[in-house]
């Protein structure tokens, strides 16, 4: 192998494990061997022997997590990196393939000690130091954050990589005018480079000058344009375009931006999709409804449900205005429980099955470690805990076995105001139904249909809210839903606007201004793409 032979390397030792295959070093030198070869998948069967072998080796168990990690499963990793790291809490090596693995599967209480302790040992580290102010940013530091990227470039450094990572820092606070200061510096480093362009589009909106916007096309007409640039790009020109009301223009270049998505993240998969939702559905038998005599003064968690760009961000920041409830915002943690559940229950079933079937001690982990998220930031007296995930439709049933007192809101929004807002956002990439209106269309059926029949089954009391009525009536609506999450009525919650918390949805400048009706029947600038989205919705989630 140090000769450069990998295949020879690898034959030779592909014949010592098999001729020892009780070796636990053997095992591990044929699984590094196949790692540093690049064959990660091909590495975890021996690896695994080896830890199977040599449980106690923490060199086999960070070589394990790491082969996992780089195959891409970034969660199965996690468990021998952990224990690696109790075995061995001094090598750097195994620390910074935690904090990456615990990065990318995204728990970043966990992640922010260690990129904590590398950044420590490396400041100029330009990756570490990315990621420690990412991870500030999820764990709601964006005050943090912003300090964070300010110190790095006052230190004398100025990739463009910082300035972009301040000036999204900058815009979850709100602050417009740093954000495309911070673009333009970027831009000034690294012309032509989407990510800001894409960013100073979206923060300038009907503001954007001319010369940027033949830019951004010039950019979009070139053949060396990739698709993820075709897409950030095309995503934020199509709000420009909205934005002047030049509606063809704007759907036009969503489209692009789809299309070139659809490059990047193959087509949307509606038959695994349905299949997810039969499985839900077949799994979570009615139950009786929750107690109603809960004490209004307990800690209760708020879910805040439904599809995407249907008022969630609205709603929660309505009832984050009131002095006894915390916003939370995008929680990933009840995602995570349903991912992580067949791992900590050490059960080959499906999380649908373990939602109610899991020990009561794994359940009570996974409870603690949600809790922890959610009142990181909350002030003492907080009564209400609110997630506004809006995907955690799909697992109320998780939900109401971790909390049996919660308190579910469901935002509704006309369906076509809904497609043609998502079309045109830039969502991440494993949201692929996103990309084509026949497939938002089967979301938004799938959508309904969950909710109808946690509406049936779910033991959890669910509070309807309408989109337009809302904002056509906020006092009304929003005296309802205090009433609802059992809460006083403060006249805070009418001012939401200027609640100065950092938000990090798309959202994120909507909720800093007052209740409007400007987004109610939107759709009808877009016919054609409506039309499309009606002939393909379920009859009985059309409006």
């Not at 990756?127 to 790095?152: C, F, I, P, V």
């Not at 079937?357 to 930031?377: F, N, S």
């Not at 938004?444 to 809302?470: C, D, F, K, N, R």
């Not at 009525?489 to 201004?513: K, Y």
């Amino acid at each position: 192998m140090q000769g450069g032979d990998r295949s020879r390397a690898l034959h030779w030792m592909r014949q010592a494990h098999q001729r020892a295959p009780e070796s636990a070093e053997l095992a591990e030198q044929y699984g590094s061997l196949l790692a540093f070869s690049g064959d990660f998948r091909g590495a975890l069967v021996p690896l695994a022997r080896a830890v199977t072998l040599a449980p106690g080796n923490p060199s086999s168990l960070y070589l394990l997590g790491l082969a996992r990690l780089r195959s891409g499963d970034a969660l199965e990793g996690l468990s021998p990196l952990r224990r690696a790291r109790e075995l061995a809490p001094a090598d750097p090596r195994i620390r910074a393939a935690l904090a990456e693995a615990e990065f990318i599967a995204g728990f970043p209480e966990d992640a922010y000690p260690l990129l904590l302790a590398q950044h420590g040992d490396d400041p100029a580290n330009l990756d570490t130091t990315l990621k420690l102010g990412e991870t500030l940013s999820r764990l709601g530091e964006h005050a943090q954050a912003l300090a964070h990227y300010t110190a790095a470039l006052g230190r004398g450094a100025a990739p463009a990589d910082l300035h972009m990572a301040r000036g999204q820092a900058r815009e979850d606070l709100g602050d417009r005018d740093g954000a495309a200061e911070d673009y333009r510096a970027a831009l000034g480093i690294r012309p032509d480079w989407a990510f800001p362009l894409a960013g100073l589009l979206d923060v300038l909106r009907g503001k954007a000058g001319e010369d940027l916007l033949a830019n951004v096309r010039r950019l979009l007409d070139s053949p060396g344009t990739g698709a993820a640039d075709r897409a950030l790009l095309g995503y934020a020109l199509g709000k420009v375009e909205d934005a002047h009301g030049r509606h063809g223009e704007a759907m036009a270049a969503w489209t692009a931006a789809n299309d070139a998505r659809r490059q990047m993240t193959g087509p949307h998969d509606p038959d695994a999709l349905a299949a997810l939702r039969d499985r839900i559905i077949a799994a979570a038998p009615a139950l009786p409804r929750a107690r109603q005599d809960v004490d209004p003064r307990q800690v209760r968690p708020v879910f805040i449900v439904g599809m995407p760009r249907s008022g969630t961000t609205l709603t929660e920041q309505i009832l984050a205005s009131h002095p006894q409830v915390h916003g939370c915002g995008e929680l990933p943690h009840v995602n995570l429980v349903a991912r992580h559940l067949p791992l900590m229950a050490g059960s080959p079933k499906p999380w649908q099955e373990l939602a109610r079937t899991a020990p009561e001690d794994v359940i009570q982990a996974a409870r603690q470690r949600y809790l922890a998220g959610a009142q990181r930031h909350a002030p003492a007296d907080a009564l209400r805990l609110v997630d506004k995930a809006p995907l955690n439709f799909f697992q109320l049933d998780l939900v109401a076995r971790l909390f049996p007192d919660a308190l579910v809101v469901w935002c509704r929004r006309d369906p076509r105001d809904v497609a043609v807002s998502i079309y045109a956002e830039n969502f991440s990439l494993e949201e692929a139904f996103a990309t084509g209106m026949e497939s938002i269309a089967q979301f938004i059926g799938v959508q309904h249909a969950l909710m109808q029949h946690w509406l049936a089954a779910s033991p959890l009391p669910i509070h309807t809210l309408h989109y337009e009525a809302l904002v056509q009536d906020l006092d009304t609506e929003a005296r309802k839903l205090l009433a609802f999450v059992e809460l006083p009525w403060d006249e805070a919650c009418l001012d939401f606007h200027r609640n100065e918390r950092g938000v990090q949805t798309p959202s994120r400048w909507q909720v800093r201004q007052p209740a409007h009706t400007r987004s109610v029947g939107r759709w009808r600038n877009y016919p054609e793409a409506t039309a499309r989205l009606l002939a393909a919705l379920p009859a009985d989630a059309r409006p």
